[in-house]
């Protein structure tokens, strides 16, 4: 059809060329099994081997946590006569345990109220479809949310020491989150700031909450926070914690914004000005929005980091899961179990940092609007 | 040289140039660091004038520009744009930028916002004008670049030329009286510079104040009634465009519109 060679200078097309589909070695199965596991030798060995390492490691795995699990028993030793797998009888009868620590047994409806009336306040945060209106119980979500769990008009007082498990670690966590994300905005719009006085505060809060362990900061809202208080203040511990953790987020919140800040084209600041915005309009409507959808990875990366770390707090004596643990073995029916503890905790932890990771992928698909 | 824009004829005798001054600057000098960037400019633009800077890059053309709604800072001398004072007062600043629009080389649309949103932006939230009112705006000008049926797109869909028209429409949406373009067809291909600049001289007939940096000689001869030449951060001649280009006065110009306009 197109017959052009150099013999034959001149040259016209005689008509377009109709579309037509592509061979079939580039569709289809066969294709994608070529293309993707067996493109060459190396690629089909390792190929091999990983579904070797499945072969062996799966099968077992299900044996000892379903197959051969027990999961009715009152002790360890009952467990081992019934069956050779996981005992998860100890899950089941400290379960009200890992969920709600040592919180009054007869009030459990609240916080299990407070627990599902969260994802009421987080759907309209979450999802753009929800209802607008909503937002307003989201706003009065952490209040509603405080009465239930530690009482107060009208309900019966819950002290801090007796929250514990996961119902800890979700306050902890949720808090830390919900808190460290207008603080970190702050914090690195800050860092960009022209005024010395406020960019060096930012910098110097930055770098030093980033340079030292989240345990060290732990330690001082366990022991040493008291002081900065006006005497005779009794700071609630989870308080502290809260407040330690949220500072501590805040400051790598702050970095990772300011990674999504500096990506942004310096034209996009010229046009808002040029515009007519002001620093606050401009910010709000035209950078942060930029900025922190090219920072969603980061921003989410930080949130599954804080909410894992929230385990840490066992380590000034608070009974999240983790402190639970041991709590638990040390009851002598229970002594020797290790494995079925941490998978249950592993388990829980996994489902919801899996749940940030795939909604930050909803998310960024959601967003996505420059269509390179 | 390009001469894409001659397809489409400006009619001269509807641009009308009134003795009202738009823009006055007295001796404006500008430093990056220790270098000299913008040196003793003086210019006087009376409303309806389409100016038309050029010059080698480097020579300070966008930085004077950019200086008229202060995304550049000038550290002597006066500028004074619709009677409003430019320095260092922000109620100020943000007033001239209100009725200084301006286009820029990369059209710097705001890629997360739709077409229409881009240009109900500013008038929503600096204007005040309500949204169904901005809309209409919008609509009318997006009409006038020829894309209203993009309005609902974002920019990342659109073709270089669109964008830049949109750029201009968003500008627009803010009825400025003064419109500033930052060589506002460098990066477009050839096949879409002819659609900026149509659009370009449709403003032009209209009787907007434009400043215009660009090397397009072609808009240049038909719609400027002032070329500038600018070398070094300095004016080095300015005449209008027949004389300019078919005699220029010093070596400098001369060496300039002999390298554009030989091939």
Redesign the interface.
Known sequence: MSDTDARDLAYVASGTIPPSPPPSSEVGVVHWLRENLFSGWFNSLLTLAAIAIVVMMVPPIIEWALIDSVWTASSLAECREKGSGACWAVIIERFNQFMFGFYPPEFYWRPILAFLLMFVALAPVLFASVPRQLLWFSLAYPVVAYFLIWGGIGLEPVESRKLGGFLLALIIGVAGIVLSLPIGILLALGRKSHLIFIKTLCVVFIEFIRGVPLITLLFVANNVLNYFFPPGSNIDLILRVVIMVTLFASAYMAEVIRGGLAAL?Q??Y?????????YS?SMR??VL??AL?ISIPGIVNTFIGLFKDTTLVVVIGLLDPIGLINNIRADSAWNGIIWEFYAFVGFFFFIACFSMSRYSMYLENK?K???? | MTEVATERTADRTKMSISDEVAIQITNMNKWYGDFHVLRDINLTVYRGERIVICGPSGSGKSTMIRCINRLEEHQKGDIIVDGIELNSDLKNIDKIRAEVGMVFQHFNLFPHLTILENCTLAPIWVRKTPRRQAEEIAMHFLTKVKIPDQAHKYPGQLSGGQQQRVAIARALCMKPRIMLFDEPTSALDPEMIKEVLDTMIELAEEGMTMLCVTHEMGFARQVANRVIFMDQGQIVEQNEPEEFFLNPKSDRTKLFLSQILGH
Request: charge should be neutral; avoid cysteine; hydrophobic fraction near 35%.
């Open positions: 084209p034209g996009q010229e046009a808002a000005d040029a515009l007519g915005l002001n309009k409507l035209i929005p930029q959808k967003l609007t420059d269509h390179r």
